[in-house]
């Protein structure tokens, strides 16, 4: 022992001997100036806080009880007095969490604390719980829950004189090692504690830094707090820690050295809320944000370097969500420069290398060039190499490589070759890449976001074609059902595409009730995406991400002979666009009436949102917690919930929905009535590869001049496949028979309602058809008044600008001025969008002849072409028109289904379903300008008074028409009617 070791053992000895006869003041002041000296041991820095904290002395207790715990993190009386300092510090969370460590781990006091603060320890875990419960959430698997997110403003200066805080000082320069030490530790160990200690001092050492350092503080702070966002994926914590970042930004003079430093993590940390949200402004301000940090002047090279790499990935995310490819190409000749300028010594070398081996699987995917391919393998493998075992990064580098393995293997295929890749000597791809991606869900604990993305590849990598001899037993579906379960930091959105994958899996298997337990879950996470801060693009982006997964719990189970829980699941997981907005509609009336305490505040926070307020997290957590109060009445309990299947017969009132699907393995149609027990028909002749291709071949047709030489050979596939095996079990006796089709998936994108071959009799002649997107629109529908009087609104554009000229739409607009001479449509100039939806909301019968944009990519920014601009879906569908009976919509496609976006039906004919229209015709593809005329000329004739006969007129019409063109089935068969 060296002399100065001795003489700092020889002072702990006597301070120990003075603090056990309760001579606090001098115990701390002889054991202070060795702790200038830095002595660590735990038992040590816990004499001395001990002795500060029973000399009154708060502060200054707080860095050596922190610095006890940190060295020694089993010491139990260091943990108890740590808990009770920083709940009087205005910490009390993680004030509460170090009481019940303490009480875990034996410190008698602890106990009779937590009690009288109404908590308990979890005796698994050592972490709070409260009284009577036996476990904490983590423990029982329930996402953990944190409280109301801290003041934006901490620095202690602010608070108020008789706060004894404000008096306060602390060493903050030294929290904010401790801090960097714990999160340095979480880095190697994976203790999400040490997250939460580091956040208790960095929070400190932010609270009471001086101007000058705070910014640099606030940074750290924000930065740890993104780190509990990655490990917990709490929404609050991202938003704190932009706020961090934000003020930081606010607090930093324009030319301070940290600047760049300060605005890559402002960008980095948008950026983690954008993959958490999906709201493009987020993507947009981290990109902004990142390239002054790019421009902003550094003397140190590494920090320019990582805000080139962070901008660089965020290019690439924006191209994958708006699909320009310039993004792509200039993320990857910026993470090419990167990496060159990256020594291979540098701790984040193998991440860059990672991060660029997928970008060029990225283009390799959109462009097919196997140079791309070629770059990304050899490049993922040296990432692989670079990283050590029990890295927390290893699990994401060998996803990454398992990710190029699997695309090897699917361009191994399409050029003709099984087993093999270009290069010397044989490889099997697809079995290195179920290794990889295996070797990554294996490595990932518990709770890890991107445990949900690893699944999702590992079991896309048993479905491609080749895989089937590797093909996993139920236990291991199970194992990794369990660990799905157990993804609590993914995202909602990231976890329902892994439990759409893993059903796919189970269904393909025949491991239906497993298929059907994981698409069940899966199903009821889609509602729980996150629409904070997000507009309607942004929305329908991440509800499009699981998609499919309607469709395949509707398979499993109907593979199990449960027809109405498919319909409930199809229900649940599809159109929740649609019933977000329905839920704004809602009328409030019985609400306002039994609970006006509850309903005026309630119809106040969802006019706020709806004005556009929605970034602001305050209203979003106001809504949901009048929405919780509002179910703890009775009346009320399922207040804004999902109506239940047998609530939802009243939509089949008068007929028979026919809700008809197609999956990887089966196809099935389940026919509804108003009553009695639904009817499952297997459709076995109906596959999914044959739905894609008639599908594409559609698609190419619609958007071809002139005549679709294949309409009359799909027509005929519709009816051997889909509808005739509906009209056989339903029988055609008695003339045409009521239905209403609700397809799922691609099947929305046909015409099932003119099925048959040229000649005989289909489903013209079988059925009177309408089709609904869900079963809550159509029974929305019912329950709007069927009469009320007709104020017409004609709106025609003969011309606009930069479009070719419709002739017939002037003709229709005369025509039915004829009809209604009291009411002057709106032509050319006047039909503006400021007056048409004016107009609008004031019309129970409206008609547009103009141009209308269905915009595949984005279905949100669909809508009709006015003289001044575009009325688009979300503007018509917020209208809510009272006693609105029929639309008519003759314009090009509006009644089209986006291919990516297909199971949430937004297109113009929804949207005026939405706006309260009880009836509403459109269009499945472009119509011609002539025979849209006609068609409208037709039915408006067949059509005596009451809008109720719009499904009737619109079938008549058809057959009239198809008499007219027997052999243009792409002309007749285009129009639809919506409604009840």
């Given at each position: 022992?060296?002399?100065?070791?001795?003489?700092?053992?020889?002072?702990?000895?006597?301070?120990?001997?003075?603090?056990?006869?309760?001579?606090?003041?001098?115990?701390?002041?002889?054991?202070?100036?060795?702790?200038?000296?830095?002595?660590?041991?735990?038992?040590?820095?816990?004499?001395?806080?001990?002795?500060?904290?029973?000399?009154?002395?708060?502060?200054?207790?707080?860095?050596?009880?922190?610095?006890?715990?940190?060295?020694?993190?089993?010491?139990?009386?260091?943990?108890?007095?740590?808990?009770?300092?920083?709940?009087?510090?205005?910490?009390?969370?993680?004030?509460?969490?170090?009481?019940?460590?303490?009480?875990?781990?034996?410190?008698?006091?602890?106990?009779e604390l937590l009690r009288e603060l109404g908590m308990a320890h979890c005796e698994r875990c050592g972490g709070p719980v409260a009284l009577q419960a036996t476990r904490c959430e983590g423990c029982a698997g329930i996402p953990r829950a944190i409280g109301t997110p801290r003041s934006r403003t901490w620095p202690w200066p602010h608070l108020r004189p008789d706060d004894a805080r404000a008096r306060l000082t602390l060493p903050y320069e030294r929290l904010a090692d401790l801090g960097r030490g714990h999160l340095s530790r979480y880095a190697r160990e994976g203790d999400p504690r040490d997250i939460d200690s580091a956040l208790a001092c960095l929070e400190l050492a932010a609270a009471t830094a001086s101007a000058p350092d705070r910014p640099a503080r606030l940074t750290e702070l924000g930065s740890a707090y993104r780190r509990r966002f990655a490990c917990h994926g709490l929404p609050a914590d991202i938003d704190h820690a932009i706020d961090c970042h934000e003020q930081a930004l606010d607090l930093a003079a324009p030319d301070a050295p940290e600047q760049v430093y300060i605005l890559a993590n402002l960008g980095v940390a948008l950026g983690a809320r954008h993959e958490s949200t999906r709201a493009a402004a987020d993507l947009e301000r981290a990109i902004a944000f990142l390239e002054r940090a790019m421009a902003a002047p550094t003397e140190d090279p590494d920090e320019h370097l990582a805000a080139v790499a962070s901008a660089a990935l965020f290019y690439q995310r924006r191209c994958r969500e708006s699909g320009d490819q310039a993004d792509l190409d200039r993320s990857i000749a910026l993470q090419e420069t990167v990496v060159e300028a990256t020594p291979p010594g540098h701790h984040r070398y193998s991440g860059r290398m990672a991060n660029l081996?997928?970008?060029?699987?990225?283009?390799?995917?959109?462009?097919?060039?196997?140079?791309?391919?070629?770059?990304?393998?050899?490049?993922?493998?040296?990432?692989?190499?670079?990283?050590?075992?029990?890295?927390?990064?290893?699990?994401?580098?060998?996803?990454?490589?398992?990710?190029?393995?699997?695309q090897l293997h699917l361009a191994a295929r399409a050029g003709g070759r099984r087993d093999d890749a270009p290069g010397p000597g044989p490889v099997r791809p697809l079995d290195r890449a179920i290794e990889d991606l295996r070797r990554a869900l294996d490595a990932a604990p518990d709770g890890e976001p991107h445990v949900a993305d690893f699944l999702a590849e590992l079991v896309r990598a048993h479905l491609v074609p080749g895989a089937r001899h590797m093909a996993p037993g139920r236990r291991t579906l199970e194992a990794w059902e369990a660990r799905l379960g157990?993804?609590?930091?993914?995202?909602?959105?990231?976890?329902?595409?892994?439990?759409?994958?893993?059903?796919?899996?189970?269904?393909?298997?025949?491991?239906?009730?497993?298929?059907?337990?994981v698409l069940d879950?899966?199903?009821?996470?889609?509602?729980?995406?996150?629409?904070?801060?997000?507009?309607?693009?942004?929305?329908?982006?991440?509800?499009?991400?699981?998609?499919?997964?309607?469709?395949?719990?509707?398979?499993?189970?109907?593979?199990?002979?449960?027809?109405l829980q498919a319909v409930q699941q199809a229900e649940l997981g599809r159109g929740i666009q649609l019933a977000t907005v329905l839920d704004a509609h809602d009328d409030l009336t019985e609400l306002e009436r039994e609970l006006p305490e509850l309903a005026r505040p309630f119809r106040?926070?969802?006019?706020?949102?709806?004005?556009?307020?929605?970034?602001?997290?305050?209203?979003?957590?106001?809504?949901?917690?009048?929405?919780?109060?509002?179910?703890?009445?009775?009346?009320?309990?399922?207040?804004?919930?999902?109506?239940?299947?047998?609530?939802?017969?009243?939509?089949?009132?008068?007929?028979?929905?026919?809700?008809?699907?197609?999956?990887?393995?089966?196809?099935?149609?389940?026919?509804?009535?108003?009553?009695?027990?639904?009817?499952?028909?297997?459709?076995?002749?109906?596959?999914?590869d044959n739905v894609e291709a008639h599908s594409e071949a559609l698609a190419r047709s619609a958007h071809a001049e002139g005549r679709d030489p294949g309409m009359a050979d799909r027509l005929g596939w519709l009816w051997d496949t889909v509808v005739g095996p509906v009209a056989q079990t339903l029988g055609t006796d008695g003339g045409p028979r009521r239905v209403w089709w609700l397809p799922i998936g691609l099947l929305g994108l046909f015409p099932l309602h003119a099925a048959g071959h040229p000649g005989r009799p289909g489903a013209l002649d079988a059925f009177v058809s309408s089709y609904t997107p869900t079963l809550r629109l159509l029974a929305h529908a019912h329950d709007h008044p069927p009469a009320a009087p007709r104020r017409q609104l004609t709106v025609a554009l003969p011309s606009t600008a930069g479009l070719p000229g419709l002739p017939g739409a002037l003709a229709e607009a005369l025509d039915l001025h004829s009809r209604h001479p009291d009411q002057p449509p709106l032509l050319n100039e006047d039909a503006t969008t400021s007056r048409v939806a004016t107009a609008l909301s004031a019309s129970t019968w409206v008609h547009f002849a103009c141009h209308a944009l269905a915009d595949h990519a984005a279905p949100s920014r669909s809508g009709l072409r006015l003289n001044d601009g575009m009325l688009t879906i979300p503007e018509i569908s917020r209208l809510a028109v009272p006693d609105a009976q029929l639309a008519y919509l003759s314009a090009c496609s509006t009644g089209h289904r986006s291919p990516e976006y297909v199971d949430e039906s937004l297109n113009l004919a929804s949207a005026f379903q939405l706006a309260g229209f009880r009836h509403v015709i459109a269009s499945l593809w472009p119509l011609g300008d002539t025979f849209g005329a006609k068609a409208a000329r037709t039915f408006y004739a067949e059509l005596s008074i009451s809008a109720d006969e719009a499904p009737t007129a619109l079938h008549h019409t058809t057959l009239t028409l198809r008499n007219h063109y027997p052999t243009r089935p792409d002309l007749w068969s285009s129009l639809i009617h919506s409604g009840p």
């Open positions: 022992m060296t002399s100065e070791s001795a003489r700092v053992e020889a002072l702990f000895e006597r301070g120990k001997e003075l603090f056990l006869r309760g001579r606090y003041q001098e115990a701390a002041h002889l054991l202070t100036p060795a702790d200038g000296a830095g002595p660590a041991a735990a038992g040590y820095q816990f004499v001395l806080g001990a002795s500060r904290w029973n000399s009154d002395d708060t502060a200054g207790a707080l860095y050596p009880l922190a610095l006890c715990v940190y060295v020694d993190p089993r010491h139990a009386g260091g943990h108890f007095a740590l808990g009770v300092a920083l709940r009087t510090l205005g910490q009390p969370e993680q004030g509460t969490v170090h009481l019940a460590r303490a009480a875990h781990l034996g410190n008698p006091q602890a106990p081996s997928v970008a060029y699987l990225d283009r390799y995917e959109r462009r097919g060039d196997l140079t791309d391919l070629r770059r990304a393998l050899p490049l993922a493998s040296r990432a692989v190499a670079a990283t050590p075992q029990g890295s927390p990064a290893l699990p994401i580098r060998l996803a990454a490589r398992g990710g190029a393995w699997l157990a993804a609590h930091g993914a995202t909602p959105s990231m976890r329902a595409v892994a439990g759409r994958n893993l059903g796919v899996l189970a269904n393909t298997l025949g491991e239906y009730d497993l298929a059907a337990r879950a899966a199903v009821a996470l889609t509602p729980a995406v996150p629409l904070r801060g997000t507009d309607w693009a942004d929305q329908e982006r991440r509800f499009g991400e699981p998609r499919g997964l309607a469709s395949q719990a509707f398979a499993a189970h109907c593979a199990r002979g449960e027809p106040q926070v969802r006019k706020e949102l709806a004005a556009g307020s929605a970034a602001e997290a305050a209203l979003w957590e106001r809504y949901g917690r009048l929405v919780a109060r509002i179910r703890e009445h009775p009346r009320f309990t399922r207040f804004l919930k999902p109506p239940r299947v047998e609530e939802l017969r009243r939509a089949a009132a008068g007929g028979t929905v026919v809700v008809v699907n197609s999956a990887r393995n089966r196809a099935d149609a389940v026919l509804i009535g108003p009553e009695g027990e639904a009817r499952h028909v297997p459709l076995p002749e109906l596959s999914a």
